[in-house]
C-alpha cells in the first residue's frame, strides 16, 4: 500500500470534514460573530484574559494539545495493524475529538471563559462539578508529575557510567551533548517568547513581521543548543523546572505562555512540513500489515477494544484536549468565528500528524523499529527518507536531532500549560460566589499546591500509577461531551452529535479499568506483584469508577429529562 495515497487521502477527508461537519457544528450550536468573547469583557490585567490573534491562539492551542501524543499513540497502537489506528484517527478525529475540542472552547466561552468544571456545575448539577473538578486536578497532577520528569531526562547532561578495571568498579562521568543542546535550546526559548510578546502586544508590532523574525531567531536557538549544549544533572533540571513552571503559571499570557507555544508551535509545522516532504518524495511502501486479528501483535495480547482507543489518545480524542480549550484557550478568544478554526481545525491539524507517525513505523516496519521509542521511530523514519531523497548524511542527521530536540521541548510547553490549568481548576473548586477572600482560590496559593504536590507525585514514583493515566486521561472526555451536551439541552438545541461518543468513551474507559483491576488482582493473587505498584493501582482504580458512574448517571439522567421537557414544550430557550 502506498504511503503517499493514505496520506493524500486522509488530509483531503479532513478538509472535507472541516467545511461541512465543522461548520455544520458552528451553525447548529449558535457561534454568534457578534457576541463578545471573555477576552474582552473580563479585565484581569491580562494575566488570563487576553484576545489574542487566532493563529497566535492557534499556536498555542495546537502547541498544548500536541506535543509527543500523537507521535507516541499511533506508533504504538501498530501492533494492531495500520487499518484499525486509521480508522480510529480519521473517524475519531472527525466525530469525536474535534467535536470535543470545539464544544469546549464555545461553552466556556458562554460561562465567562470558566473551566468545564462550572459549566458542569450551572447545566448538571453542583455535585458532578465537585466530582469533576477533583479527578481533573489529579489528573493533571499526573500530568505534571510525569512531564517534570520527562522534560528533566530530556535535559539531562551528566550520567554516571559503570565499569569494571582490573576487578575494580569505577565510576565516571559522561556527558550527554543532545540532552544538553535539548536543555539549551528550550532555555534560549523563553527570553525569546517574553521579547515576541512584549513588542507584539505592547509595541503593537506587525504579527507576520515579528512571526518571521521570531521564527529565524528560533533557528538561532536551536542552532546555539546544538553549538552549545549544557551540562547538567537530572535533579539540577528539576528543581529549575518546578521553579519556572510557578513562575510561568502566574505570569500573564500574553509575556510568556501565549507567544512561547506560538514560536513553538513552527518547530511541530516544521517535523509535519519534512515528513509530508520526505512521503511525497519517497512514497514509502506500508510494511506492517493491515490488521493483526481482534489482539494485538505483541506479548500483551491485548484486545482492540478497549486498548486501541486508549492507546490513541491524542491524534483521536483526549480528553486532556477539553481541559485546555476550556482553561487557556477561551480565555483568549478574540472572536467566537475563530473557535471552528482553533478548536475543530486544531485537532484536526493534530490527526494529520497522527497519520504521518502511523506512516514512520508503516515504512520501518515492525522489525526496522524494534527496541526504539516512539520519538526516535518517527525522527528515523524522517531520517531515512532524506537520506533517500539524496540529502547529505549532515542534513539528515541534522533533521533528526531537531525534531527529537522539537519533540522535547513540546514536553515543557504541555508542563507548563497543564500547571496553569491546574491553578484553574483548583481556584475554582474553592471560589465562592459570596465571597473571593478565600486564600486557597488565591491563584499564588493554588499554583504553590499544585506544583507541590506535582513534584511529591513526580519524587515518589509517579510511574507505579501511570499505567491507568490513559484510561483517566480519556475519561475526562466523558464529563466534557455531558458538559456541551446538556448546555445546547437546556436552550433547546440539537446535542445528538454528543450521545454515541459519550456512551462509546464511556465504555471503553470502563472496560479497561475494569481489565487493569482483574489484572493487578491476579498479580497480587500470584504473589508476583509489589503492594505499592499492583496494590496501589488496584486502590486507586475502585474511586476512579465509582466517580465516572456518578458523573455518567446524573448527567445522562439531566440530557435525558431536558429531551423529554422538549419534546413536550417545543420550546427553545435563547
Given at each position: 500500500m502506498s504511503s503517499l495515497a493514505i496520506l493524500l487521502g486522509a488530509i483531503v477527508i479532513?478538509?472535507?470534514?472541516?467545511?461541512?461537519?465543522?461548520s455544520w457544528l458552528a451553525k447548529t450550536w449558535g457561534i454568534d460573530p457578534s457576541k463578545e468573547t471573555p477576552a474582552h469583557t473580563i479585565d484581569d490585567g491580562g494575566v488570563d484574559y487576553v484576545p489574542a490573534k487566532a493563529p497566535v491562539l492557534l499556536g498555542h492551542h495546537f502547541a498544548s494539545i500536541a506535543g509527543a501524543g500523537p507521535i507516541n499513540g499511533p506508533i504504538q497502537a501498530a501492533?494492531?495493524?495500520?487499518?484499525?489506528?486509521?480508522?480510529?484517527?480519521?473517524?475519531?478525529?472527525?466525530?469525536?475529538?474535534?467535536?470535543?475540542?470545539f464544544s469546549a472552547i464555545f461553552v466556556s466561552i458562554r460561562h465567562k471563559g470558566q473551566s468545564l468544571g462550572e459549566v458542569i456545575e450551572e447545566n448538571i448539577s453542583h455535585r458532578c462539578k465537585i466530582l469533576f473538578s477533583v479527578f481533573a486536578w489529579l489528573v493533571l497532577l499526573l500530568v505534571v508529575a510525569a512531564f517534570a520528569d520527562i522534560v528533566a531526562s530530556s535535559f539531562n547532561g551528566i550520567s554516571l557510567k559503570k565499569e569494571v578495571v582490573d576487578g575494580v568498579e569505577k565510576v565516571s562521568t559522561v556527558l550527554n551533548d543532545n540532552n544538553g543542546s535539548v536543555a539549551t535550546a528550550s532555555m534560549l526559548f523563553i527570553p525569546l517568547a517574553a521579547l515576541f510578546g512584549f513588542l507584539v502586544y505592547r509595541k503593537n508590532a506587525p504579527l507576520l513581521v515579528s512571526s518571521v523574525i521570531g521564527v529565524i531567531l528560533l533557528a538561532f536557538c536551536v542552532v546555539g543548543g546544538l553549538a552549545f549544549p549544557v551540562h547538567k544533572s537530572k535533579n539540577f533540571w528539576l528543581v529549575l523546572i518546578f521553579i519556572y513552571i510557578i513562575v510561568a503559571s502566574v505570569t500573564p499570557v500574553w509575556i510568556l505562555l501565549q507567544p512561547r507555544d506560538y514560536l513553538n508551535s513552527f518547530l511541530l509545522y516544521f517535523m509535519m512540513i519534512a515528513a509530508i516532504i520526505g512521503i511525497v518524495g519517497t512514497n514509502p511502501t506500508v510494511s506492517i500489515p493491515a490488521s493483526t486479528g481482534w489482539f494485538a501483535n505483541n506479548a500483551a495480547k491485548w484486545p482492540m477494544f478497549p486498548f486501541l482507543f486508549i492507546t490513541v489518545a491524542c491524534g483521536a480524542i483526549s480528553g486532556f484536549h477539553s481541559i485546555v480549550?476550556?482553561?487557556?484557550?477561551?480565555?483568549?478568544?478574540?472572536?467566537?468565528?475563530?473557535?471552528?478554526?482553533?478548536?475543530?481545525?486544531?485537532?484536526?491539524i493534530e490527526c494529520v500528524l497522527a497519520v504521518i507517525s502511523l506512516l514512520t513505523i508503516a515504512s520501518l516496519g515492525y522489525e526496522g523499529s524494534k527496541g526504539m521509542a516512539p520519538p526516535v521511530v518517527f525522527a528515523t523514519a524522517i531520517k531515512n527518507f532524506f537520506v533517500n531523497l539524496g540529502?547529505?548524511?549532515?542534513?539528515?542527521?541534522?533533521?533528526?536531532?531537531?525534531?527529537?530536540?522539537?519533540?522535547?521541548?513540546?514536553?515543557?510547553?504541555?508542563?507548563?500549560t497543564a500547571t496553569r490549568l491546574g491553578r484553574?481548576?483548583?481556584?475554582?473548586?474553592?471560589?465562592?460566589?459570596?465571597?473571593?477572600?478565600?486564600?486557597?482560590?488565591?491563584?499564588?496559593?493554588a499554583t504553590i499546591i499544585t506544583v507541590v504536590f506535582g513534584g511529591i507525585l513526580c519524587m515518589g514514583g509517579y510511574?507505579?500509577?501511570?499505567?491507568?493515566?490513559?484510561?483517566?486521561?480519556?475519561?475526562?472526555?466523558?464529563p466534557a461531551f455531558l458538559a456541551a451536551?446538556?448546555?445546547?439541552?437546556?436552550?433547546?438545541?440539537?446535542?445528538?452529535?454528543?450521545?454515541?461518543?459519550t456512551i462509546f468513551m464511556m465504555a471503553a474507559c470502563m472496560v479497561s479499568l475494569f481489565m487493569s483491576f482483574i489484572a493487578n488482582v491476579k498479580i497480587l493473587a500470584s504473589g508476583n506483584g509489589k503492594i505499592f505498584v499492583q496494590g496501589l493501582q488496584t486502590v486507586v482504580i475502585v474511586p476512579i469508577f465509582v466517580l465516572a458512574i456518578l458523573l455518567f448517571v446524573e448527567g445522562w439522567k439531566t440530557i435525558v429529562s431536558l429531551s423529554k421537557e422538549k419534546s413536550a414544550t417545543g420550546s427553545v430557550v435563547k
Open positions: 479532513f478538509v472535507i470534514a472541516y467545511l461541512t461537519y465543522g501492533v494492531f495493524g495500520w487499518v484499525p489506528v486509521f480508522l480510529w484517527i480519521v473517524i475519531g478525529g472527525i466525530f469525536f475529538g474535534a467535536v470535543q475540542d480549550g476550556s482553561g487557556t484557550t477561551s480565555k483568549q478568544l478574540d472572536n467566537e468565528k475563530d473557535a471552528q478554526m482553533i478548536g475543530y481545525g486544531g485537532m484536526l540529502f547529505g548524511a549532515w542534513a539528515a542527521n541534522a533533521t533528526f536531532t531537531v525534531i527529537l530536540l522539537a519533540i522535547s521541548a513540546f514536553a515543557l510547553t504541555s508542563l507548563d484553574y481548576i483548583f481556584q475554582e473548586l474553592f471560589v465562592s460566589k459570596e465571597s473571593t477572600n478565600n486564600p486557597l482560590s488565591n491563584k499564588f496559593v510511574l507505579n500509577i501511570w499505567p491507568l493515566f490513559g484510561a483517566c486521561n480519556q475519561l475526562v472526555a466523558v451536551a446538556t448546555y445546547l439541552g437546556h436552550r433547546g438545541r440539537n446535542n445528538k452529535m454528543f450521545y454515541f461518543p
